[in-house]
């Protein structure tokens, strides 16, 4: 989507300067045992997904509004991911949601896909919402789906989560994400124990219908829309519903969904360490599902979470290999600057994880010398690895600044003039 010479004309004109900072930088992880090219290499390795709802301006319960140039489908959508794509070479994947992405021809929306060079993540059903346009959801989630009282509704949301596979193997995706809003609003509204089981065994049915090499993800989340409990509200519920449903399904942790101040690194540690991390959707927020773009408000915290990650890679955790994902609201960027911007951000905190000193971290953790410990990780954290991320990119043949590539370039100027002004307006509650 964007013009190769276009993005090799203004690398060319900043390759001297990034040599310079590259150079720099080589020189001084060199002092510390760290040899540049190795994380240069593992950089360029590495990959984010992004999530089709991502490329649309977000929205609160209050008000919603669009920008120019709005994707008006899924075909819009994927060119809008191939340009965070060709510009960062860090989003090769495409997240899909059902119903939102659901198309006649999944063979075409595959195609299409490929050509723009663009593959496809996991797969994300939908039981959060109604489908009332769809003739196989006449009954209502209101009071829940996979866990209803109602077992026609369990069915039926069973049935809806059958149906995302099958659209999933359509485009060689290889995992399903489950995000359920269950849960209740009112102390007595719902049997805690009850509704649990009844999640579960919907859940085996769908595990039943997995193929081969498929995984299940199972995405918690503290609250909202239920406000006092959701049924898989937090990663303890996750790990033991993980393992009563099968081998195949393992825990999703989404940043945003957790209670303030909640450690999360080390609920990375604990699902890595039980053999069920599926994956991340990486966001960032101050006070709840804010999803707001990664890095953009604790740094600190997602390079720990890394830290987790690269921990349990070095120390070869059987089947380990977590799926990595942006989810997250743009209300007032334009969401291709801040997915690309998340994207970096991601990489980022991989790298200065990568640079950790492991061997002293272990050493100071073992003669608890808690100061050299915390130090041993900040050293890596407050290292400015901008030269290694822009050096991957240049050499993927993307962006050494996608940024302002991307302004450069009209891309937002000239799809605005093909899909028409989106109108804003009110959220759930005007
Ligand atoms: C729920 C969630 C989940 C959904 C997405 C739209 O808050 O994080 O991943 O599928 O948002
Ligand atoms: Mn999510
Ligand atoms: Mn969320």
């Known amino acids: 989507m964007i013009d190769q010479n276009r993005i090799a004309a203004a690398n060319a004109r900043q390759e001297a300067d990034l ?3 590259y150079d720099a930088l080589a020189h001084q992880l060199d002092r510390r045992g760290v040899n540049i090219e190795r994380i240069t290499e593992a950089v360029m390795a590495f990959g984010v997904a992004v999530p089709s709802w991502g490329v649309g301006t977000g929205g609160t319960r209050f008000a919603r509004f669009p920008g120019p140039g709005e994707p008006r489908h899924i075909f819009d ?3 809008d991911c191939a340009v965070i794509q060709d510009l960062t070479a860090t989003t090769p994947r495409v997240s899909l949601h059902f119903p939102w992405d659901q198309v006649e021809d999944m063979d075409g929306l595959f195609e299409s896909g490929r050509a723009l060079g663009l ?13 009332p346009a769809d003739p196989r959801h006449p009954l209502s989630y209101k009071f829940g789906s996979l866990s209803h009282t109602d077992p026609a509704v369990r069915q ?4 809806h989560n059958v149906l995302c596979i099958e659209l999933g193997r359509k485009v060689g995706a290889n995992a399903l994400t489950v995000w359920i809003g269950d849960g209740s609003n009112f102390p007595g509204q719902a049997h805690f124990a009850r509704a649990f089981e009844r999640y579960v065994e919907s859940m085996q049915a769908v595990h039943g219908d997995l193929p081969e090499g498929w995984k299940l993800f199972l995405e918690h989340k503290i609250h909202e829309p239920a406000f006092y409990s959701t049924v898989i509200q937090d990663w303890g519920s996750s790990l033991m519903a ?3 449903i099968g081998p195949a399904a393992h825990c999703l942790v989404d940043l945003g969904h957790h209670a303030p101040n909640v450690n999360i690194e080390m609920i990375v540690a604990r699902l890595a360490a039980a053999g069920r991390l599926g994956g991340f959707h990486f966001n960032d927020s101050k006070y709840g599902d804010d999803d707001l773009d990664a890095g953009s408000i604790d740094p600190f915290r997602l390079f720990l979470v890394f830290n987790e990650l690269v921990d349990a890679e070095r120390r070869g955790l059987a089947g380990f290999a977590p799926a990595y994902m942006l989810d997250q609201s743009h209300n007032v960027t334009d969401p291709i600057e801040s997915l690309m911007t998340s994207a970096i951000e991601v990489a980022r905190a991989y790298a200065q994880a990568l640079i950790v000193d492991r061997a002293s971290l272990d050493q100071h953790q073992e003669a608890n010398d808690v100061m050299l410990a915390a130090q041993t990780l900040k050293r890596a954290f407050t290292t400015d690895v901008t030269p290694i991320l822009a050096m991957a990119r240049a050499r993927k043949g993307a962006a050494i600044d996608p940024l302002a590539v991307y302004r450069a370039s009209g891309y937002r100027r000239q799809v605005a003039e093909i899909r028409p002004a989106a109108k804003g307006g009110g959220g759930g509650i005007v």
């Open 119 to 131: 593959a496809f993540d996991a797969v994300n059903s939908n039981t959060f919402q109604d489908h």
């Open 77 to 79: 959508k994927l060119e």
């Open 242 to 244: 993980a393992q009563a």
């Open 19 to 21: 040599r310079a900072d």
């Open 156 to 159: 039926q949301a069973v049935e």
